[in-house]
C-alpha cells in the first residue's frame, strides 16, 4: 500500500484496515490498475475481499474520495477473483494459495477465448441485423470493439482494462511493433470523426444517465452501479469526466459500448431473454426513461454516416480474423502445457 501515491493511499490503508478488523475477512487484495501502480487520474480502486463461509459473489461500488468498488468472493467462489489480484492482507495465505496455484498460460487462455467468443457473437448480431435495421447492426459491430481490444491486449502482454480500452491497445501494439493494426482498430470507431463530437457524446450521456438512473431503482437485474448508488452525478464526476479528459479516444469507445450495456438491462427488465438482433425496432416501443435512452442511442450512432456500416462491419470482421491469429500462440501453448 505505501507504493499508492494520495489521495489512494490513504484510502486504501482505511478501507483495508476496516475490512481486516471484521471476523468474516479471510483476506483482501487489490486489483486493476492501482495494483500494479498504472495511475492515472480517473483511476478507481478495485478491492478483492474473501469470506468465510459459502458465500455468493457479490460487486459493491461507491464513490468516496475517489471511486471504490468491492469484489466480495465466499470460499467456494474464490477462484473467480481476477487473476491479477495482488494480496494486501493474508494471514491465512488463503488468496495468496489460490493465486499461486494457477497457471498464468491457462488463465490467458481462457480470458482470451472468452474475449473471443463475445466478439465473435458481436459481429454475427450484427451480421443478422443488418438488412433490417443498419444502426442496430452498426452498434453490434462497434461494441465488438471491446472484446477485440481485449483479445490484442492481453496477447500483447498487457493487462486488461475496461475504461482505458484504445490507450492500453495503443500501449500493447506499439510494444509488439504493430502500430498497423492499432490505426486499422481506430477506424472500426470511425476516428478521427468520432474524436470531434466527443462534447457531444458527453453530453449525451450525462443527460442520459439522468434521466434513466432511477429507473433501474427496485429492479434486482439492473446494473449494479445503477441499483446501488442514489444519482449518477459522483459516478458521471468520477468516473466519466477524467476519462474525457485523460484521452477522447478512451472516452468515445466507452459510451458507444455504454449505451448498449444499459440498454440490454432494459430489454432484460422488459421481459426480454436479451437484446434483439435488430434492437432499436423494438426499443421504438418503449416509454419514458427507456424510450430516451434508446432515442439518444440512435442518435449518436448517426455520427456514423450511414453508408459507412457495412464499412465498419468489414472492419470488424478483418480485425476479428487478425485476433484469431494473435491469441493463436497463447492457445497453442496452454494446450501443449
Not at 31 to 38: A, H, I, N, Q, T
Request: glycine share 6%.
Amino acid at each position: 500500500m505505501a507504493e499508492a501515491p494520495s489521495p489512494w493511499r490513504e484510502v486504501l490503508e482505511r478501507e483495508v484496515g476496516n475490512l481486516s478488523r471484521r471476523d468474516d475477512v479471510l483476506a483482501v487484495g487489490l486489483c486493476g490498475s492501482v495494483s500494479y501502480g498504472d495511475l492515472w487520474p480517473g483511476a478507481d480502486l478495485d478491492i478483492e475481499v474473501v469470506l468465510r463461509g459459502d458465500k455468493p459473489r457479490k460487486i459493491v461500488t461507491t464513490e468516496q474520495e475517489i471511486s471504490v468498488d468491492y469484489g466480495y468472493f465466499g470460499e467456494t467462489v474464490i477462484k473467480d477473483i481476477p487473476y491479477e489480484t495482488r494480496p494486501i492482507y493474508d494471514p491465512m495465505m488463503v488468496l495468496t494459495n489460490e493465486l499461486a496455484s494457477r497457471v498464468k498460460s491457462l488463465v490467458i487462455r481462457n480470458a482470451l477465448e472468452d474475449s473471443l467468443a463475445r466478439a465473435r457473437s458481436y459481429i454475427g448480431r450484427s451480421n443478422g441485423a443488418l438488412s433490417r435495421d443498419p444502426f442496430s447492426a452498426l452498434a453490434w459491430a462497434i461494441v465488438a470493439s471491446w472484446p477485440l481490444a481485449e483479445v490484442f491486449t492481453l496477447a500483447s502482454g498487457e493487462h486488461r482494462t475496461h475504461r482505458r480500452l484504445v490507450s492500453r491497445l495503443e500501449k500493447g501494439m506499439d510494444k509488439i511493433g504493430r502500430r498497423g493494426l492499432f490505426q486499422e482498430y481506430c477506424k472500426l470507431l470511425r476516428f478521427p470523426q468520432t474524436l470531434k463530437r466527443a462534447s457531444d457524446l458527453r453530453s449525451a450521456l450525462q443527460l442520459g444517465y439522468r434521466e434513466i438512473w432511477n429507473y433501474f431503482k427496485g429492479k434486482p437485474d439492473g446494473p449494479v452501479y445503477m441499483v446501488q448508488q442514489p444519482d449518477s452525478e459522483a459516478w458521471f464526476k468520477n468516473r466519466i469526466i477524467p476519462l474525457y479528459e485523460y484521452d477522447k479516444r478512451d472516452f468515445v469507445s466507452l459510451v458507444y459500448v455504454e449505451f448498449l450495456f444499459i440498454l440490454s438491462f432494459v430489454f432484460r427488465t422488459a421481459g426480454y431473454d436479451r437484446a434483439p438482433d435488430a434492437f432499436l425496432l423494438d426499443a421504438a416501443k418503449f416509454k419514458g426513461p427507456p424510450s430516451k435512452w434508446a432515442t439518444r442511442y440512435e442518435d449518436v450512432l448517426k455520427f456514423f454516416p450511414a453508408d459507412t456500416v457495412s464499412e465498419v462491419l468489414h472492419c470488424a470482421e478483418d480485425l476479428m480474423q487478425q485476433a484469431e491469429l494473435m491469441a493463436k500462440p497463447w492457445t497453442k501453448a496452454s494446450n501443449q502445457r
